[in-house]
C-alpha cells in the first residue's frame, strides 16, 4: 500500500500527512472498510475514537455474528477486525477528532494530537445509547444490564425482564423479549406510551407483557448480575422492589456527530444524511454504520456498510484521479 503522502503548510514547521481515506471512528464500520480499502492499495488512516472498537468493546459475547458457531466475546472480535486491517497496511491512531474542516478537498482533520488531511472521509463514529443516569448502571453493564435486546435477548431465557422506555423500540424490544423472558415489564415514566398504535396493541394484548405507569428505576440490586430494580413513582415518590434478572433500556440512541455540525447534512435527531448509497451532502465525504443507521444498528449491518463504503471510496477517488488526469491533458494541449 501507499504511503500518506505529506505537504508543509504555510506557519507550519511540520508536515502534514495526507491519506487516500481518513476513517474517523472504528467498530465493525470502520474495521470493515479499513480492510477493504487497504486491501486495494489506498493509504488509509483510522481514527479510532475514545472507545477504539465501538461498543461491541463493552459487550461480553456475540452469539450473532455470523462465523462464529460457539459465539465470540465483542472485544476480540473487534480486535481481530482490527488485526486484519493492520495485515493490509492500514494506520491506526487512537484518538480523538476534534474539529473537521470539509470546505476543500483534501479536508482537514484536527485531532487532540495532531492535524491531517484525507482525499477522501468516511464518518462512521457510531450512536450511542441514552443512559439512565444512575449510579449501579455502569456497574452491571453487561451483567444484566443491556441496551440491545436483538444482541442479548437468548441470553436471558426464562428470566424476569424489565424494559424501560415508552417509544417504539422499547415495546418492539418487549415483544422480541417475551420469546425468551418468564416475564417482561415496561417502565415507562407517563401514563401513556409514545410507539406507534399496532404496535401498543400487540403488546397491551401479550399475555407476558405487564406495565409499571409513571415509573422510572431509581436504583439496580444484585451480586454477579442483576436480581432486582428499584422503580419509584414519579407522582408519589414512593419506591418499589421489583425482582428482574434482565433490565433493558430502551429510551433511545444518540447519534455522535457534534463534530460534523454544521459540515454534514443532519437530520432532526442528528443523524447524517445518505445522499447516494453512503455518500453524504459533501462529495468525497461518506458514512456507515449507526451514525446513519438508526432502523438496525447490528454489528454485521455496520460491517456491510462499511464494505459498502470502501466500494464507494475506491470507484470516487478511481474517478477524481482519472478528470485529474484528464484536465492536466488538456491544459498541455491547450
Known amino acids: 500500500m501507499s504511503g500518506a503522502n505529506e505537504v508543509h503548510e504555510d506557519n507550519d514547521t511540520e508536515p502534514v500527512k495526507i491519506y487516500d481515506v481518513v476513517i474517523i471512528g472504528s467498530g465493525p464500520a470502520g474495521y470493515t472498510a479499513a480492510i477493504y480499502t487497504s486491501r486495494a492499495k489506498l493509504s488509509t488512516l483510522v481514527i479510532s475514537g475514545s472507545l477504539p472498537g465501538g461498543q461491541l468493546?463493552?459487550?461480553?459475547?456475540?452469539?450473532n455474528y455470523p462465523g462464529f458457531p460457539n459465539g465470540i466475546f465483542g472485544p476480540e472480535l473487534m480486535m481481530n477486525m482490527r488485526q486484519q486491517a493492520e495485515?493490509?497496511?492500514?494506520?491506526?491512531?487512537?484518538d480523538e477528532v476534534t474539529k473537521v474542516d470539509f470546505t476543500n478537498n483534501p479536508f482537514k482533520v484536527e485531532t487532540n494530537s495532531q492535524s491531517?488531511?484525507?482525499?477522501?472521509?468516511?464518518?462512521?463514529?457510531?450512536?450511542?445509547?441514552?443512559?439512565?443516569?444512575?449510579?449501579?448502571?455502569?456497574?452491571?453493564?453487561?451483567?444484566?444490564?443491556?441496551?440491545?435486546?436483538?444482541?442479548?435477548?437468548?441470553?436471558?431465557k426464562g428470566e424476569d425482564i424489565v424494559v424501560v422506555g415508552?417509544?417504539?423500540?422499547?415495546?418492539?424490544?418487549a415483544t422480541f423479549l417475551t420469546?425468551?423472558?418468564?416475564?417482561?415489564?415496561?417502565?415507562?415514566?407517563?401514563?401513556?406510551?409514545?410507539?406507534?398504535?399496532?404496535?401498543q396493541e400487540k403488546a397491551f394484548e401479550n399475555p407476558k407483557i405487564d406495565f409499571l405507569w409513571n415509573h422510572v428505576i431509581a436504583d439496580i440490586s444484585g451480586?454477579?448480575?442483576i436480581k432486582s430494580i428499584v422503580a419509584r413513582d414519579t407522582i408519589t415518590g414512593r419506591e418499589q422492589t421489583i425482582p428482574a434478572g434482565g433490565l433493558f433500556v430502551?429510551?433511545?440512541?444518540?447519534?455522535?456527530?457534534?463534530?460534523?455540525r454544521g459540515q454534514l447534512d443532519l437530520d432532526d435527531k442528528g443523524y447524517i444524511i445518505l445522499k447516494d448509497h453512503t455518500l453524504t451532502s459533501v462529495k468525497g465525504v461518506f458514512a456507515a454504520g449507526d451514525v446513519h443507521d438508526y432502523r438496525y444498528r447490528q454489528a454485521i449491518t455496520a460491517g456491510g456498510f462499511g464494505c459498502m463504503a470502501a466500494l464507494d471510496i475506491e470507484k470516487w477517488l478511481t474517478e477524481k484521479k482519472h478528470l485529474a488526469r484528464m484536465n492536466l491533458l488538456t491544459e498541455k494541449k491547450s
Do not use: W
Open 223 to 225: 451480586d454477579k448480575k
Open 87 to 94: 495485515r493490509f497496511g492500514a494506520v491506526f491512531l487512537d
Open 250 to 260: 430502551a429510551i433511545g440512541h444518540e447519534p455522535n456527530t457534534e463534530i460534523f
Open 179 to 199: 420469546k425468551f423472558g418468564k416475564s417482561v415489564k415496561i417502565v415507562h415514566r407517563k401514563q401513556s406510551l409514545r410507539a406507534s398504535k399496532i404496535l
Open 166 to 173: 415508552g417509544g417504539d423500540t422499547a415495546i418492539e424490544e
Open 116 to 156: 491531517l488531511r484525507g482525499e477522501a472521509i468516511l464518518a462512521c463514529t457510531g450512536a450511542s445509547p441514552r443512559k439512565l443516569g444512575i449510579e449501579a448502571e455502569q456497574q452491571f453493564a453487561g451483567r444484566g444490564v443491556s441496551y440491545c435486546a436483538t444482541c442479548d435477548g437468548p441470553f436471558f
Open 57 to 63: 468493546m463493552t459487550t461480553s459475547e456475540v452469539e
